[in-house]
């Protein structure tokens, strides 16, 4: 008889690696790669990459595989396995991926947004299991986000909801990458933030962020600046507390609308720790409707560095 | 044998007034009625006088009666019954109004926010017949939403979601008496705007809308204005063009979270009528995400005046 709790494949496809995992019904990474993307040459070559991947994966695995989880950007139809123009991976347009890597394998394959998978996996894996609906937001180059409703992922009329980075806090704000204006992303993404921590820096020369990066800035990161608030630097704790209120807002136009208060805050930018934590739920609270006051949570992720892996092979284990 | 289409009561319970219709399955009210609410005199009185006026419309009726809908201001547990803190009723708390009316007489009764009664209205007679997710906008002293996905009410945790009125456009605008910052209400909101014409004015003494109200502020309304607009009045057509940025600004942040993009929008400040929408429609396509661009549609809401009646009806129709 066989072991009722089998395994998952859980496939990252990235812009710039595809890294796979071997995942136990536990969540625990028994085996793992990384390989290059390769995205420049074109789709059929990124699908041969993540083939040869999963084979190499499942090579001498004495472990019987239930499916093979694919987190990838874009917009993605689930039910059919078809990704849709995804960023940073060109000439795809739409390409059944489910389809390509199920006959390969002759195994169940679930295709999601990497921003859903998030989502599930917190849910499977994370500090989602007793939650009945919450947010995940993942906060990196972009502002990710997946809603979580009932359990079920809330994908709208066409598979392109969530996108919670794309809520704007200022109509006249800073021109964001989607077009718009005043987006959180234009505020929180990585990127944005370094540059505007740049021009700000050059106003605040006394700074000990300054020091903390040798004043080189390509070393900004959020753990550098949560270094130089947790030492006492003024800027850097304005900073953080600033883009604390700033989330704090796009959340609560997000829970008025939504009626959900829980959120799950992951990625790179949430390693400003306690004090961005702090921050966004003190604006949250104080901007969401009265009925809204008492449900509000913000939580961190529970997995980290591995939340691509897991979150992919957690929509094995979440099933359709 | 009876008639498998019967007919429904529609209650719709204000702060001022209470509006009992009986409708059609067609949506046509064969028999109406306005009493006061007489809210100061509390909850008993209040429910006394819905049943009275429900009475007042079902004497006589040769009509059967399928049921009874009622549209009410706050929160509400449709399954239960219950209304809770609605504003402009003072010392209701929280109240199973649905019980006390279905023991009265003998009927199913359907109660419902009134702001998805209104997008349950226009699904069932109005212009949401044919479609199979929108968000209804009712643009009046507050700004009013109904989330409509696959032809049901998205509710959220608890019966809160959908507050449009209260998605920040900009998170150090105006306050709200939410007592957030920059929410669409705060701009769009009849009694926000009047106010902001009237600082306005004092700038534009030349302009035609000063002269149709005849220099009286309170003679201000949407239709006012559209009239100097139509007469080439520069101040009133800027106005407009503002007031549908601001809300295309909101909607744009609602359609890249739900991927939804299809809009009702009734209520009397939508009398503004081309222009508004004409511009709400061009703010809300420059915003959105890429994905959502050739899925934006904004319509008139098809029920005018008697929307809350029908609204209210609808909810027998519809069912749970």
């Not at 059929?44 to 993540?50: A, G, T």
Request: charged content about 25%.
């Amino acid at each position: 008889m066989k072991d009722k709790k089998k395994y998952a494949v859980g496939v990252d496809l990235g812009g710039t690696n595809i890294k796979i995992g071997l995942v136990s019904p536990g969540g625990n990474i028994s085996k793992r790669l990384s390989i290059n993307t390769e995205a420049e040459e074109g789709p059929l070559k990124v699908i041969e990459n993540i083939k040869n991947g999963i084979h190499a994966i499942l090579s001498k695995a004495e472990i019987e595989v239930e499916g093979i989880g694919i987190g990838c950007p874009g917009t993605v139809n689930p039910a059919k396995g078809i990704i849709e123009n995804p960023p940073n991976l060109t000439g795809w347009n739409k390409i059944n991926l489910g389809r390509a890597v199920s006959m390969e394998f002759e195994k169940d394959v679930y295709l999601e947004n990497d921003a859903n998978a998030a989502a599930i996996g917190e849910m499977i894996f994370g500090n989602g299991i007793k939650l009945n609906s919450f947010i995940m937001v993942t906060l990196g180059t972009g502002v990710g986000g997946g809603i979580v409703i009932k359990r079920r992922i809330y994908r709208g009329e066409f598979g392109a909801a969530g996108e919670i980075g794309h809520i704007s806090i200022n109509y006249k704000g800073p021109k964001c990458n989607c077009g718009s204006y005043g987006c959180i992303e234009a505020y929180a993404g990585s990127n944005y933030m370094k540059e505007r921590i740049r021009n700000e820096l050059k106003k605040n020369r006394n700074s000990l962020l300054l020091k903390l990066i040798n004043n080189d800035y390509n070393l900004i990161s959020p753990k550098k600046i949560k270094d130089a608030a947790d030492k006492g630097d003024k800027f850097s704790r304005l900073f953080i507390i600033d883009l604390g209120e700033k989330l704090g807002a796009a959340f609560a136009s997000l829970t008025n609308v939504l009626n959900i208060g829980t959120y799950i805050v992951g990625g790179g930018v949430a390693g400003f720790g306690r004090p961005l934590f702090d921050s966004i739920r003190k604006s949250l609270k104080s901007r969401v409707m009265a009925q809204n006051k008492n449900h509000i949570k913000i939580v961190a992720a529970k997995l980290k560095n591995d939340a691509g892996i897991k979150g992919a092979s957690a929509l094995v284990f979440h099933g359709f």
